[in-house]
Every structure is written in C-alpha cells, then in structure tokens.
C-alpha cells in the first residue's frame, strides 16, 4: 500500500507491503511521487521488490563494471567513455538507491553545467548503465528516475532539440577555408 504526503513543498512518497521492506522517497512534484509509488507497487506485484540496491552499490562502482564487462563486448567510444568519466566523477559515491530525478538534474545543472543536446546524451548513457544494472546484474536500480529528470530538464527549458543548420557555406566561405587547410598542411 502506498501513500503520498505533502512535506512542505515536496511531495513523499511511501510504499509498505507486508514481507517487503518499506520504501520512501520524496519528489518535488505529486505526480512524480504517484508515478514513483506505482512502480514500485509493480515491482512488489511481479516479485522483483527484492532487487532494491543496497547503501553499498554507488553509482560509480555499477559505471566501473559497465565498463569493464560490457565495453569489450560493445565497444565504448571517445564521448561516452568521457561522459562516464565525468558521470562516475560527480556520482561516484551517491548510492543507487538513493539517486533520484533531484539528484540528476542538479548533476546536470550544478555540477556539469550542461543543457539541451549534451544534458540529454549525459542523460541517456546513464539511463543505459543503470538498465543493464538491473536487467544483467539484478541490481534495483530506477531508470525512471532519469526519465523524469529528463522530464524536469524539459520543464526547465533545459533539454531543448539542438539548433538545426539549414544553411550552405557560400563560394567565398568554402574559398577561405581552402586556403586556411592548405597553409595548415603546408607547416606539417
């Protein structure tokens, strides 16, 4: 049975199944509190409530493995190796069960200082390492927490479609960078 109670201007939510161990967590939205309740309901319903990540799982600890035994199997490139990089620095400590949509987005704005195209890259490739970590290594971890981090990012006006080009380089353009590479190539 869950409940949502407002606290100041948050929301809590609290999930208690008999058997289970109890889950709360708050959200500055109701509907996102709702949202966090039911699927956790679901999880007790379909016997995965047993899979809640222990204090002791990090974020960075599950980014580690992810590139230890999924990089050689799908290889990891330059960008996403540094977006881990940079995940696994600000994250590194945050227990999985404790990261919540808040968390993310002041990673996003606070720490990393991104928005639009690079906050939802930043955003995607840590939704991929914690879906493996719950679909391969059964650790309980939320990635519809970074769903509704995206959601907020959205509100905020901060994960907006990149600007698209819709213009060609004029004659005299193409004709200075022309130059500009062949006295570049010229030094080396």
Same mark, same amino acid.
């Given at each position: 049975? !869950? !409940? ?14 008999? @058997?289970?161990? +109890? =889950?709360?967590?708050? &959200?500055?939205?109701?509907? $996102? ?11 007790? +319903?379909?016997?995965?409530?047993? =899979? &809640? ?7 960075? *600890?599950?980014? +580690? ?14 960008? *996403?190796? !540094?977006? $881990?990089?940079?995940?696994? $620095? ?19 704005? *606070?720490?990393?200082? /991104? ?19 719950? #679909? ?9 927490? /970074?769903? +509704? ?21 004029? @004659?005299?353009?193409? #004709? $200075? ?5 062949g006295k570049c190539s010229e030094r080396h």
């Amino acid at each position: 049975m !869950s !409940s949502i109670i407002a606290v100041g201007d948050k929301w809590r939510a609290q999930v208690r199944r008999k @058997g289970y161990k +109890d =889950q709360t967590r708050t &959200f500055p939205t109701k509907i $996102l509190a709702e949202k966090w309740s039911r699927e956790v309901e679901r999880q007790v +319903d379909h016997g995965r409530a047993g =899979q &809640f990540a222990p204090t002791t799982v990090t974020v960075g *600890k599950l980014i +580690d493995r992810y590139t230890e035994e999924i990089g050689p199997i799908k290889p990891i490139g330059k960008n *996403k190796a !540094s977006v $881990l990089k940079l995940l696994k $620095l600000h994250l590194e400590t945050v227990p999985v069960a404790t990261l919540t949509a808040d968390r993310i987005v002041h990673y996003i704005t *606070k720490e990393r200082c /991104v928005k639009d195209v690079t906050a939802a890259i930043d955003l995607t490739y840590l939704k991929g390492v914690l879906r493996v970590a719950r #679909a391969l290594w059964k650790v309980g971890t939320v990635p519809e927490a /970074v769903e +509704d981090a995206r959601e907020m990012l959205k509100y905020m006006g901060l994960a907006q479609r990149g600007q698209e080009r819709d213009r060609r380089p004029t @004659g005299p353009e193409l #004709a $200075l960078l022309r130059d500009w590479f062949g006295k570049c190539s010229e030094r080396h």
